[in-house]
Antibody, heavy 123, light 107 residues
Framework: QITLRESGPTLVKPTQTLTLTCTFS??????????VAWIRQTPGKALEWLGL???????GIRPYLQRRRTITKDISKNQVVLTVTNVDPADTGTYYC???????????????WGQGTLVTVSS | DIQMTQSPSSLSTSLGDRVTITCRAS??????VAWYQQKPGKPPKRLIY???NLQSGVPSRFSGSGSGTEFTLTISSLQPEDFATYYC?????????FGQGTKVELK
């Protein structure tokens, strides 16, 4: 059974660093072709893919314009960590982690999701 | 970035209706599209992958089609549990991008 769970602070002040942890079970991130992605959903309900990390990566794939983010993994703990520096209110939203497995038939793309964690950025 | 233009943004329907939701990609993306259903307070649930493949356990009234730049999700006969918001996702190029969502409501 594959499960993922996000954890971290619910309230962060502007300019601070946000650190969220995704703890998963039922698969291993040191096995091809596994990966874990982060997705954010704003209060207006739009979904935004933030990045992902694959079994072979030292750091996650980052969208080109968002240099404030890093994604790392801890294989021994079955965890993936999203770090966002210098947050502002636009970073408010529900953060999800999701498994993605790079199978040739695309059957593993964002197939299992965590329940999400709501983060508010406010002073 | 690849833009996924989803339409309509909302629709009012009745039980038993046939529903069609469309996503248009700003450039060709082969069949690298998935469809998700989301209910309030829950994470998205995948319905379709690779544009037309039904996720295991998803009712057969859901179907997907398309390739290149135009994709559709069809619900053949709307059931009470289908009232939700639906999103498309392209995973052809980074950054992966979602459509804006379609809220399916009871008329």
């Amino acid at each position: 059974q594959i499960t993922l769970r996000e954890s971290g602070p619910t309230l962060v002040k502007p300019t601070q660093t946000l650190t969220l942890t995704c703890t998963f079970s039922g698969f291993s991130l040191n096995t091809s072709p596994m990966g874990v992605a982060w997705i954010r959903q704003t209060p207006g309900k739009a979904l935004e893919w933030l990045g992902l990390i694959y079994w072979e990566d030292d750091e996650g794939i980052r969208p080109y314009l968002q240099r404030r983010r890093t994604i790392t993994k801890d294989i021994s703990k079955n965890q993936v960590v999203l770090t966002v520096t210098n947050v502002d209110p636009a970073d408010t939203g529900t953060y999800y982690c999701a498994r993605t497995a790079h199978y040739l038939d695309s059957s593993g793309i964002l197939d299992f999701w965590g329940q999400g964690t709501l983060v508010t950025v406010s002073s | 970035d690849i833009q996924m233009t989803q339409s309509p943004s909302s629709l009012s329907t009745s039980l038993g209706d046939r529903v069609t939701i469309t996503c248009r990609a700003s450039q060709g993306i082969r069949n690298d599209v998935a469809w998700y259903q989301q209910k309030p307070g829950k994470p998205p649930k995948r319905l379709i992958y690779a544009a037309s493949n039904l996720q295991s356990g998803v009712p057969s009234r859901f179907s997907g089609s398309g390739s290149g730049t135009e994709f559709t999700l069809t619900i053949s006969s709307l059931q009470p549990e289908d009232f939700a918001t639906y999103y498309c996702l392209q995973h052809n190029l980074y950054p992966w991008t979602f459509g804006q969502g379609t809220k399916v409501e009871l008329k």
